[in-house]
């Protein structure tokens, strides 16, 4: 885990909510489109065009599985992206756009729909993992007193599966405007709020956290609106950093109280005259060594 001050670590450890991106985060953020082929051959070069202009998972995922057919990208103008919501753009006189699809996908699939003035072309379905270690994390946030639940901005039917298998409820259909009021509803309660982002539509619910965590994997706007960052596979950095972020906090206040109990005993008896120079310098250097030795207890805090 990085951790970009001693400030985010202070946080870390207070936060007794946690509210988790879907897409990226719980899962690996690295789907499979499985229906590449309800896209026409002809369509294929502007769909390829729109998904290089998004660092969304799934626009990613086509980007990669199109360019590994030998596609190449028609040339498109007039860009917009709606963080949440997709990307569209102009084609020779016409606007295409990728996004969340308007209808209901069957099987509650991630999806995203190619459309081409107003028109579905196709919905493509994608297949991603959780982490493996998904199940794991949320009861070791759980065992930490952090009640986690699910912040997505996909749609109720494709992240109902994952919600089911984690025992989390879930709030979907999110834009980022919707997280940040999620959010400021909890503080407004007394909650102290982690938030865990991956994606463009994240960066500000990130940055409205009592604390944020984004994984590796993030877009550039999500980590640098995050207060620690999360390398791998495995979820379970999440919980360790929130256990060792505690840990560190209890360590420094008993060698707060070590060192106060310390003064309060050796100051007064050396100004008695009842501690020798020598003494003082071996009673020192034993202090030190006590909170030294105290602090290295930390390294079993992520055991």
Same mark, same amino acid.
């Given at each position: #885990?990085?951790? +970009? ?8 450890? =207070? ?10 985060? *719980? ?19 502007? *769909? ?12 990613? /995922? ?25 990307? =569209?753009? =102009? ?37 991603? $993992? ?16 952090? =009640? ?7 749609? /109720?039917?494709?992240? /109902? ?9 879930? $709030? ?6 919707? +997280? ?5 509803? $909890? ?12 994606? @463009?539509?994240?960066?500000?619910? @990130? ?23 999360? *390398? ?16 560190? $906090?209890?360590? #420094? ?15 007064? *008896? ?7 120079? @020598?003494?003082? /310098? ?8 006590? #909170? ?12």
């Amino acid at each position: #885990v990085l951790i +970009k001050d001693g400030s985010a670590l202070e946080r870390l450890a =207070e936060v007794d909510r946690a509210m988790i991106d879907k897409t990226g985060t *719980l899962t690996l953020g690295r789907p499979v489109a499985t229906n590449l082929d309800a896209v026409p051959a002809r369509d294929r070069g502007v *769909l390829l065009a729109l998904a290089q202009l998004s660092r969304h998972p799934l626009s990613e /995922a086509l980007r990669r599985d199109l360019a590994a057919e030998g596609v190449t990208p028609e040339p498109v103008e007039d860009v917009r992206e709606t963080p949440g919501f997709g990307v =569209e753009a =102009e084609w020779r006189g016409q606007a295409v756009a990728l996004g969340r699809p308007r209808g209901a996908v069957e099987g509650g699939a991630l999806a995203t729909e190619y459309s081409i003035a107003g028109q579905a072309v196709a919905t493509i379905l994608f297949a991603d $993992q959780l982490r493996p270690d998904a199940a794991e994390t949320i009861a070791a946030l759980r065992a930490e007193r952090v =009640e986690p639940t699910i912040l997505s901005g996909d749609r /109720a039917e494709a992240v /109902a599966s994952v919600a089911r298998v984690l025992g989390l409820t879930a $709030q979907t259909g999110m834009s980022p405007q919707d +997280k940040l009021a999620a959010i400021a509803r $909890q503080t407004a309660a007394g909650h102290k709020v982690l938030m865990i982002g991956d994606g @463009l539509n994240d960066g500000p619910a @990130l940055a409205a956290g009592y604390a944020s965590m984004a994984p590796g994997s993030a877009s550039d706007a999500g980590k640098n609106a995050a207060d620690c960052i999360f *390398l791998g596979d495995r979820m379970m950095p999440v919980a360790q950093a929130i256990r060792m972020a505690r840990r560190t $906090q209890a360590i #420094v206040r008993q060698n707060f109280v070590a060192a106060i109990g310390y003064n309060v005993i050796a100051v007064p *008896l050396a100004f008695l005259g009842h501690v020798t120079p @020598l003494v003082a /310098a071996l009673a020192m250097s034993g202090s030190s060594l006590i #909170v030294v030795g105290n602090a290295l207890r930390l390294k079993r805090a992520i055991r």
